[in-house]
């Protein structure tokens, strides 16, 4: 009898990959003497299954559940009380920006009239929808978008053009910005009016009615779950800390794309467990940590492997960042009591949705508690909402904490905007400027 697609899916998800995941297994080789790296991360092959199952099954997905794109300030929690299952093209972007196939891909959606000003995502997601590639061999069609414009607008309109193409729904969550430290009252009653007039399009879409039960204990899931990464980010403080930024800007993946997934939570309780043990016996995550740095901005992709030993050969070690911070910073205020006022309210707060001054506070403070030396700001070509007001954050930062900082400027995915030599000489300066 030929397999449903639903058979398909289940055969895949709990023998198929499992199976091949253990025939492809191998360990990579440990840290040289010549390597300025600690011993590598024993999860890190974890890490690698389950988003190597999450993309191959999503595949298969569309017949059997339905498939939902959502982008990362979203509140996917809504989603996940009616299985859905979701797609975050900011991610599949960082992974085309990191497999360096980016540009061919931004260049697709440039040929349709799309300007190589806007955000590198937004080009390399549009150009993905017009021809079809990715380094992940294939991406489901989906049913629904579903946006927040609480991390910028461009989201907005970038989805508004995917709903055009695709002829499919597109959700928004608008969030207010906050001028100051707290949303009002009207603010947050306007979102959770939003999130629940979404139910009976959601209801329609998946075909199936919402629980309230089930969504309260995706909230309490997510929250566990960004807590244990909060507590992951932690372990940083720790001198020598038994792992760098670079480090975590992969290990990120799970908390932006299966957030509310039982596998996430899983997982940062594996790496947790690890950076502890690392931290117990004094292993770094470079061999010699003789400054600490934080990352201001998204991460360069395409630039990740050589910038990690490129700092580690100068014994510099980047212990936090302000885009790894995101994901912990407001999940504290969900509430399962309280269901719908605290997701809008952990959604509305992100750094991207709060003022300059906000963020000022917060770098000071990961100054503070991580004990860092310097700062390194990604003046970020395509995200220009974090960007913005940068080289103030800077002046203000070596003002009231006295720590030395430097501007690169590049794109997050986007080499052809990036000059490597110009980069490389600012860096080394600074470098030999804490030195």
Known sequence: MAFSQTMKYKFMKDVGLPALMALKKKGKPSAGNGSPFGPPLKCRSRLKEIMTRHYYLSRLAPGVKPVAWVTSGAPVELLRAFDFYTVYPENHGALCGA??????????????????????????????????????GKLPRPDVLFCSNNICQTVLYWFKSLSHYWNIPLLLFDTPYVFKEKLSSDDI??????????????????????????FESILQLSKESSLTWGKVLETLKARPAPMTVFDAFVHMAPIVSLRGLPVALDYYKILLRELEERVDAGIGGIKN????????????????????????????NLVCATYTNAWAETIHYIDEREPFESLATAYGLVILNRSLRHRLQLMETMIRDYQVDGVVIHSDRSCKPYSVGQYDLRTLLMKRTGVKAVVIEADMTDSRVYSEEQTATRLQAFFESLS
């Open 189 to 214: 009653s306007y979102m959770v009016s939003q999130l629940q007039n979404m139910i009976p399009d959601l209801e329609r879409i998946s075909g199936k009615s919402f629980d309230m039960r089930r």
């Open 289 to 316: 940590e003789r400054g600490r740095l934080l990352w201001d901005n998204i991460a360069i992709w395409f630039t990740l492997r050589d910038y990690s030993k490129l700092f580690a050969e100068n014994g510099f």
């Open 99 to 136: 497999t360096k196939q980016a540009p061919s891909i931004c260049e697709r959606a440039e040929e349709r009239g799309f300007s190589r000003d806007i955000c590198s995502y937004a080009r390399t997601d549009l150009g993905h929808a017009f021809s079809g590639r990715t380094p992940v």
